[in-house]
């Protein structure tokens, strides 16, 4: 069914509902919309990673890294566990290992759909 026709068929609960969560929607979408946010989530998304395994994989220098981990934290979809001197970081928002799922099924997926 295209979205249209899921928005015209919705029950006015339904759409208070919705009107209610655009809010935290929009705030998931704009952290995503970042290019190393988002890459560094796709990352985390395989599991936990500290700041010297994303610098590696990510080719970026750790300031920039921390710089967006900092962000991540704010927005509440990543956080840490303290190892000695290592900070290790996991995805802490369900809404958005879902939506890291959709994304790399669209964009990196093999196509088979």
Known sequence: MPPTATLEAARPHDLERMFGSARQA???????????RLLILCILSQGEK????????????????????????????????REGKAIY????????????????DIYCGTGDA
């Open 50 to 81: 500290s700041v010297t395994e994303l610098e590696e994989i990510l080719d970026m220098r750790q300031p920039a890294i921390s710089q967006q981990l900092a962000r991540l934290r704010f927005d509440g979809l990543v956080e840490t566990r």
């Open 89 to 104: 970081y996991t995805i802490a928002s369900k809404e958005a290992e879902r939506v890291i799922a959709v994304l790399y």
């Open 26 to 36: 929009s705030g998931l979408l704009k952290a995503l919309s970042h290019e190393s």
